[in-house]
């Protein structure tokens, strides 16, 4: 079973940065497609970001591109978000997820969640 921890979260005004991180016990980040998504009261888990396991390729919601950058730290098996010019429309819990779906965009698609970490912009 692949076990992913959130970290990173926490509150910002907006403009500011969070860098957020996604760490798997017992397995190797580096061979599974990682998602991030995120979710707010009443509207549902929607995609943010992802990187596929072969090739590295990058999907963003129109919603965050250019401003939140997903990557991978094989040396420490992590994968984050770095989220910059933050507003406070992308205050939501953010969950990341993994899959052996190369590239993938839908909750559906995905097999492993973590718990959350909550993200709070101030304005």
């Known amino acids: 079973q692949v076990r992913l921890v959130e970290s990173g979260g926490g509150l910002v005004q907006a403009g500011g940065s969070l860098r957020l991180s996604c760490a798997a016990s017992?397995?190797?980040?580096?061979?599974?497609?990682v998602g991030w998504f995120r979710q707010d009261p009443g509207k549902g888990r929607r995609f943010v970001a992802s990187?596929?396991?072969?090739?590295?390729?990058?999907t963003y919601a129109d919603s965050v591109k250019g401003r939140f950058t997903i990557s991978r730290d094989n040396t420490k098996n992590t994968v984050s978000l770095q989220m910059n010019s933050l507003k406070p429309e992308d205050t939501a819990n953010y969950y990341c997820?993994?899959?052996?779906?190369?590239?993938?965009?839908?909750?559906?698609?995905?097999?492993?969640w973590g718990q959350g970490t909550q993200v709070t912009v101030s304005s």
């Open positions: 997820a993994a899959t052996r779906v190369d590239i993938a965009t839908s909750v559906e698609h995905y097999d492993y």
């Open positions: 017992e397995h190797t980040l580096g061979t599974l497609t």
């Open positions: 990187i596929s396991w072969s090739g590295d390729r990058l």
